[in-house]
C-alpha cells in the first residue's frame, strides 16, 4: 500500500460519516493533510481536519480526534484512541502481537459457552453422590 492509497481510503472513511462532500455538519469541510502523512510499520497515519481550523485557526471547529490510521495489512481504517499519541499506541500494538482486528472491529469471536454451562453457573447443580447443592449464583460455595 501506498501513501495515495492511505489517503483515499482515509478519505473515503472519513466519506462514510459525514457524506461524499466532506462537509460536516457543525464544523464544516474536512480535509486529508497529506503533506503530514507518515508511515508505521502497521498502518499509515494520516490526519484530517476542518477547513475552518487550518486556515483560520478556529478551535472551536477542529476536528477531534483528527488522525486515522489506516491498516497496512488492508484491515478497515478507524480512528485510533486519543489517550496516546497514534505512534506510540501503535508502537504498543506491535508489541502485543502487532493485531488491529479488536481496533478495526475484526476480531475474531470469542468461543461460546455452551448453554449447559451458562445454566449450570448461574443454577448449580445437586452432587449425585454426597447430596450437596453445588455452584450456582445464589449458593456458590458448594461443599466444603
Known sequence: MQKQDAVAIATRFIADQVGPELIHP???RLVVEEEFVSEHELAWIVPFNSVAFLEDGDFDKACIPSV???????????LPPSSLPVREFLDEVVAGGGDLGEWTGTAPEPPAIPASVHEQVRHGHLDPETGNFTGGHTRGDGPR
Open 68 to 78: 486515522i490510521a489506516v491498516p497496512r495489512n488492508g484491515l478497515p481504517a478507524f
Open 26 to 28: 457543525v464544523v464544516g
